[in-house]
């Protein structure tokens, strides 16, 4: 892997420009009329939650503008900012896997190095650097790689967006031109989950309606211990006049368990609930029970 090289002249404008942007410069502050332009390759962030883990990601979003970018004005097999001005930088709240690989919660530059066949996709620890020019591979935290796939129709300005959202897993998607990159990514949900409830239980304390349901519908959701869910939407329920809600999840969990004349009964319950109560949402409920009740004949 070789690093993109520039002539001497092009770097110290790159720096010259760095400089007087980030107010180094030691001139005197202009006086008279100033002038606004916009920038070529405008700044985003993207702040997306995927189960526990907060990701921000902030980048520059270059464009084509009748120009062939991958493979030629950013080459293959060089190292690339993914995006311009300052490195790609990527924020995780908690830790995450990518190709199997833990990357640590924290702040990392995101660099790759694009090839016609398959691109390396670079978490580094030096995320405050400007374009890839002082980039050190001894920096590097974790490197996975991912097949880049034909897109059409092309896609005019660099973009980087977080989709294929599920509890425990989601997609990185870098897109430009008739290129799209996807490297997925995932989380422990589960077990982040499971161990809080069995906490709150060994602690001896009685949990709140409203917990047991969570962590009945947590483990309905997730095919996780049946048995388990049903003890939590009884205590759940286990009220003069339970919630409508609760008890349609009720009814969800006894079906799943087969037990179709105690699903049915609690649908029931949770229709009349709801037409007690009135109102849009209560009448989606209604909805919802009937659906269900259509299943267990």
């Known amino acids: 892997m070789r690093k993109t090289s520039f002539p001497l002249s092009f770097r110290v404008l790159a720096l010259s420009a760095v400089i007087v942007s980030s107010g180094l410069a030691q001139t005197p502050a202009a006086k008279g009329p100033q002038i606004s332009v916009p920038a070529m390759s405008p700044t ?3 702040k997306q939650r995927v189960g526990f883990t907060d990701i921000e990601i902030v980048y520059s979003r270059p464009s084509a503008r009748g120009r062939t970018m991958i493979g030629k004005w950013e080459p293959f097999g060089e190292i690339w900012r993914t995006g311009a001005n300052q490195a790609t930088k990527v924020t995780f709240s908690t830790a995450v896997k990518f190709g199997g690989k833990e990357l640590p919660a924290g702040t990392y530059a995101l660099m790759t190095i694009p090839n016609k066949n398959e691109w390396t996709i670079i978490f580094n620890k030096a995320s405050g650097d400007w374009g890839a020019y002082s980039y050190k591979v001894e920096n590097d935290v974790l490197r996975v790689t991912a097949k880049p796939q034909a897109l059409s129709p092309a896609v005019e300005t660099f973009t980087i967006d977080i989709n294929d959202i599920k509890t425990e897993s989601a997609t990185l998607n870098l897109l430009w031109e008739k290129t799209r990159v996807a490297v997925p990514f995932q989380f422990d949900v589960k077990g982040n989950v499971v161990a809080q409830i069995d906490a709150a239980l ?88 009937e659906e269900l009740l259509a299943t267990l004949k």
Do not use: C, H
């Open 44 to 46: 985003s962030t993207i």
């Open 202 to 289: 060994k602690s001896g304390a009685t949990l709140p309606r409203s917990a047991s349901f969570q962590a009945a519908m947590f483990y309905l959701e997730n095919d996780l211990d049946l048995k388990r869910a049903r003890e939590w939407i009884d205590q759940a329920t286990k009220t003069e006049k339970p919630e409508f809600f609760m008890l349609f999840g009720k009814a969800r969990i006894l079906a799943k368990l087969g037990d179709k004349a105690g699903a049915r009964d609690a649908a029931k319950q949770s229709m009349a609930a709801a037409e007690a109560q009135g109102g849009a949402v209560a009448a989606e409920y209604k909805r919802r029970n």
